[in-house]
């Protein structure tokens, strides 16, 4: 049986058939990494959890629209590199602990550090704004979301 050329579009070794291919996954991937986020944003204020405890959702989505492009660009390179090095660390260890360690040490990092990743931003920018963050969504998508997407591309 013969598949026709559209069937898969990873099956095609050319370099346009590859990079059709890796930006239709990247695609893919961004937009339902969003719309996981907005579910979970959705059942998170939906259970009060952020009830009389709601200063930080706020302070932090206001803090991460407020880098200017190229400051949230370059700590989005940074975040995306600790995550590559997390996964090639994952992958190095031999055993559960050590993949386990491998992973928490550098994503620990990116986030204590205040990094840019623009799918966990998807999350924190959204719920600071349920919760009443003085951001306007123009401020999320322009200020963060692209540079943020950009600079994690950059990094790895």
Known sequence: MQRSADSHCCNHLTIGAVVSCLCRMWIFSWLFNFVGCAIFVGLMYASGIYHHKDWYAKTLAVSKVSHGWGGTFVKA????????????????????????????????????????????????????????????????????????????????
């Open 77 to 156: 390179i940074f975040a995306n590199w600790l995550v590559c090095v997390a996964t090639w660390q994952a992958n190095a260890a031999q055993d559960l602990t050590g993949k386990a360690v491998g992973i928490w040490l550098p994503i620990s990092a990116f986030a204590m550090m205040g990094f840019e990743h623009c799918i966990a931003n998807q999350f924190v920018i959204p719920m600071g704004i349920a919760v009443g963050a003085p951001v306007s969504a123009k401020q999320f998508v322009v200020d963060n979301l692209i540079p943020a997407t950009l600079g994690n591309w950059v990094g790895g």
